[in-house]
């Protein structure tokens, strides 16, 4: 049997709306952006003649709300937009639907209408800064949220009991065509040595995929008369938060130090395998993540691609990867000298990615329906955060039952 299509659900307190989504994470493909695209249902008789309104918006976050400081929003709107859905401004037979939207409309029936949304070109993907185990509140990141609510008007106060919000994710995947396996090299000459230090560090590619090894081949020529003391390979990650300060997060993900030594006039060719996963890195401030929604796991953020002519200045957070081998260089063997160290380092770039899924064929998908409800109470352990924000999950009382 074919699995079924998980469509993503929630309902507001007072019932008068509701959302339905056939996804939640959006592939920007550099040229061009998936569409925003789900269902809104509507309870006339709860809605008590107001109006049921959809919201698409952006937010880059860099601190939590409660630390804003002399009226300075640690804060800021990159994009947003509003649709009104219900009174429809336009007939909803006459418009054009995606497949899972045709497919809601038909189940959900006439209480039922649709919505769409087009990214702009120069909006970041989701990013967000692991917090600390004991901090609280909102983490620095870029979140994109659908929020669907009824008022009088659009400009109205907007009541908590009459507001639904789903987080949702702009993801990038890898690309099609990779560019040459990096590849760096570098010699260092010391006082009181006629013939330098060679080391060499190569990747088997440039695009890694999360949750896949990566090989680092090593090569040292050792012809001075220093001793390599221990080699050092890791896998650093870069954060630059580019929107307000340009600061930059430097993490190192994964390392192993084997302990491995070069005597002068030796050399060294070897491969060193690491593994950059979140799993080895829970507890680590500021690690940046692929943006987190609420029931979902995630993972290392991916490295940011940048679409030709966009200011890096609007991306928010930017993520890069690179190897690093470092080489611990002792003291002249030849005078007795090892009390002094110095360091020989090299960073190799490279990129930490999703595969790009496999395309499903229309004639493969299957028609049945699963619905996937969110109350965070649900969660064992966890408090409700939703009902903080006046949301629950309406379960199956605003969709009509089948026959």
Not at 164 to 176: D, G, H, S, W
Not at 305 to 314: M, N, Q
Request: contains cysteine; proline residues 5%; charged residues 30%.
């Amino acid at each position: 049997m074919s699995p079924k299509n998980v469509v993503f659900k929630k309902i507001c307190k007072d019932k008068s709306v509701g959302v339905y989504m056939g996804k939640r994470d959006f592939v920007d493909r550099i040229d061009s952006v998936d569409p925003v695209d789900g269902v809104i249902i509507i309870d006339p008789e709860a809605l008590q003649g107001r109006k049921a309104f959809v919201t698409l918006s952006c937010t880059f976050r860099y601190g939590r709300d409660d630390m804003d400081v002399m009226g300075i929003a640690f804060r800021r709107e990159l994009y947003l937009s509003t649709r009104q859905v219900y009174p429809p401004l336009q007939d909803r037979e006459k418009g054009i639907h995606t497949k899972i939207q045709a497919k809601l409309l038909r189940k959900l029936g006439d209480n039922a209408y649709p919505f769409f949304f087009e990214f702009p070109d120069n909006l970041p993907c989701s990013v967000a800064l692991q917090p600390a185990p004991h901090d609280v509140g909102k983490q620095c990141a870029v979140e994109f949220e659908i929020k669907v609510f009824s008022a009088e008007s659009q400009d109205a106060k907007i009541r908590k009991r009459s507001t639904v919000k789903l987080m949702i994710r702009k993801v990038q995947y890898a690309p099609e065509s990779e560019g040459v396996a990096p590849s760096v090299e570098t010699s260092r000459d010391f006082v009181m040595s006629d013939k330098p230090l060679h080391v060499k560090a190569s990747l088997d590619k440039e695009i890694y995929y999360h949750g896949e090894p990566i090989k680092v081949h090593v090569s040292v020529t050792n012809s001075s008369n220093k001793n390599v003391k221990n080699i050092v390979v890791s896998v650093d990650q870069v954060a630059t938060v580019v929107l307000y300060s340009n600061d930059s997060y430097v993490k190192c993900v994964a390392i192993e130090e084997p302990g491995d030594s070069v005597s002068p006039g030796a050399s060294l060719q070897k491969d060193y395998t690491l593994l950059p996963l979140l799993a080895y890195n829970r507890e680590r401030r500021g690690i940046a993540l692929d943006g987190k929604l609420k029931h979902e796991d995630t993972n290392l953020a991916s490295s940011s691609i940048i679409k030709e002519g966009v200011l890096k200045e609007v991306l928010g957070i930017m993520v890069s990867y690179r190897v690093m081998v470092k080489l611990i260089i002792g003291g002249d063997v030849s005078l007795g000298l090892c009390l002094c160290c110095s360091e020989v380092g090299l960073e190799v770039p490279f990129k930490l990615m999703h595969p790009k899924p496999d395309a499903v064929k229309e004639s493969e998908i299957e028609e049945e329906m699963e619905f996937q409800e969110f109350k965070r109470s649900y969660l064992k352990g966890m408090a409700d955060e939703d009902d903080e924000d006046g949301n629950v999950s309406g379960g199956d009382d605003m969709a009509p039952k089948e026959k």
